[in-house]
């Protein structure tokens, strides 16, 4: 192409309606996720997620940090979008994006308090409308970015470090339900007690950076502390599974040194780390990718192999020598696409013994298989569901398969003085005494309360709701269990003075 092409050069700008679209991968868990990233790229040590309601429902998330803070030059070049600052090798942060993205998929305004040792507090807030036009950003003043900084030492400790704050949330429980908003507020919780539990578990465990979460109310502005989060480690297993595994793999594209190391899980495994928040262990296998200590893809075979429930016992580590050459990192950090050189450097993988990456698999196979043929098939039973939490119902719902059908709920109702419970087979219902309510649920009564007072009674008795009619030896089991239940907790009663 000729030189004496070129007439003029220009500047195309984005438009600032991009804007609209950041973050629309970003989950709240993932977001948030993100900026705890930021924290860590500050030396963060300690990170604080505040989760504020107003009327149960979500309002305002607030992260705050005790890391290095920003000065007004820094805290302007983190507001504007794309901008990449110098990363060094150890950062997590990666695209210029993260902190905008994050936040303007979950809310319409986003506003940063920042204090750098040896420099004045800075303030800025962008709103979506109008960073959606013009890119503007409003500068805070000073005085109320100083209350901040000290607003931060009752959190973490110090005043140096950052505060995030979303407010005007979109993607939050809206209804006119309370039960339901505090039901979807303690999912989003525990959701996110997994996501960090595990993405960070590597820097949890080794204690370079705690995490904690408060719930709380807008309107108390608390600043006591919160929940630790804990590490979930992906490979926490006591004994391997197999006994030549761990075993690492090794290949090479071009000039890149690919280590795979080759896990496989002990059969028959319920526990955090094998299982992941909500997530059954069986559709955990799979890659799991590290950057920098931080987990970026929690399984999954990215088309280098099929998931299997056989394969269900089978993770791989990679650490992140391979990543921006064979593994291209999304801009959530939710997932890595493997290149074509990836998978082609996985076919001549080996290990010392000449253990190939499909010997792995047939290994990981062999040994659920042979465990899978020792399993005693449980009966599948009714689901439970109303009254139920839904940590209850999940469990259940791992150790049981559902017959089809309506299913069993379970409420409190007023019935006869030494009557602990009946039931009701027309409408599927597990009746409890509500006179007894106190003792199983002190705090105060709520829908899902007494979880384990309620798997106790479903184990019991949720065979009496899966059959048309009650034969005798029915009829007397619960004849059995109402007399001997009704006696205690009328002992019971008596014992605690009432």
Not at 329 to 340: A, H, I, T
Request: overall charge neutral.
């Amino acid at each position: 192409m000729a030189a004496s092409d070129v007439v003029d050069r220009i500047v195309l700008a984005p438009d600032a309606g991009l804007v609209r679209s950041l973050g629309a991968n970003h989950t709240l868990e993932s977001a948030i996720a993100d900026l705890v990233d930021n924290s860590v790229d500050a030396d963060a040590t300690r990170v604080s997620i505040r989760l504020l309601t107003d009327l149960d429902r979500l309002v305002q998330v607030e992260v705050v940090d005790d890391g290095g803070g920003m000065n007004s030059e820094t805290v302007n070049a983190a507001m504007t979008i794309g901008h990449q600052r110098e990363y060094d090798e150890a950062d997590l942060g990666h695209f210029g994006m993260g902190l905008k993205a994050a936040s303007f998929g979950h809310c319409d305004v986003l506003t940063v308090w920042s204090r750098q040792q040896a420099a004045e507090p800075v303030g800025r807030r962008i709103r979506r409308a109008d960073f959606s036009k013009d890119f503007t950003c409003e500068v805070l003043a000073k005085t109320v970015a100083a209350r901040q900084a000290t607003a931060r030492r009752k959190v973490v400790g110090g005043v140096q470090g950052t505060t995030v704050v979303w407010s005007e949330i979109r993607n939050a429980y809206r209804g006119r339900n309370a039960e339901e908003a505090r039901e979807w507020l303690a999912l989003r919780e525990s959701a996110l007690r997994a996501h960090l539990g595990v993405t960070f578990h590597r820097l949890l465990a080794a204690g370079r950076l705690q995490i904690d979460i408060v719930v709380d109310d807008v309107a108390a502005g608390s600043t006591s502390p919160g929940v630790p989060v804990l590490p979930i480690d992906p490979f926490s297993y006591a004994r391997s599974g197999h006994p030549d595994y761990p075993k690492a793999l090794f290949t090479q594209s071009a000039h890149t040194k690919i280590k795979l190391t080759c896990h496989i899980w002990p059969a028959k495994t319920d526990k955090t780390g094998f299982r992941i928040g909500d997530k059954p262990g069986g559709q955990l296998q799979g890659f799991y990718i590290y950057r920098n200590d931080r987990l970026l893809q929690v399984g999954g075979w990215a088309d280098t192999a099929n998931p299997a429930p056989a394969r269900q016992l089978a993770r791989v580590v990679v650490d992140d020598d391979s990543i921006g050459k064979l593994l291209t990192m999304n801009p959530e950090k939710s997932g890595l696409k493997f290149e074509p050189t990836f998978h082609d450097a996985l076919g001549a993988a080996t290990a010392d013994d000449g253990t190939t990456f499909a010997q792995y698999l047939e290994d990981a196979e062999s040994i659920f298989t042979t465990a899978n043929k020792r399993k005693r098939r449980r009966k599948p039973a009714i689901r439970p569901e109303r009254g139920f939490a839904p940590e209850l119902r999940r469990r259940i719902g791992s150790e049981l398969t559902f017959i089809s059908g309506d299913p069993v709920n379970v409420l409190w109702r007023r019935l006869p003085v030494g009557e602990f419970f009946d039931v009701n087979l027309r409408t599927k219902t597990l009746l409890l005494n509500t006179r007894y309510r106190h003792l199983f649920a002190p705090g105060g009564g709520s829908l899902n309360d007494a979880p384990f007072l309620k798997a106790l009674m479903y184990l019991l008795t949720h065979e009496l709701f899966e059959g048309q009619a009650l034969g005798s030896s029915k009829k007397d089991d619960l004849a059995l269990w109402k007399s001997v239940l009704g006696a205690a907790v009328l002992t019971e009663t008596i014992n605690r003075g009432g």
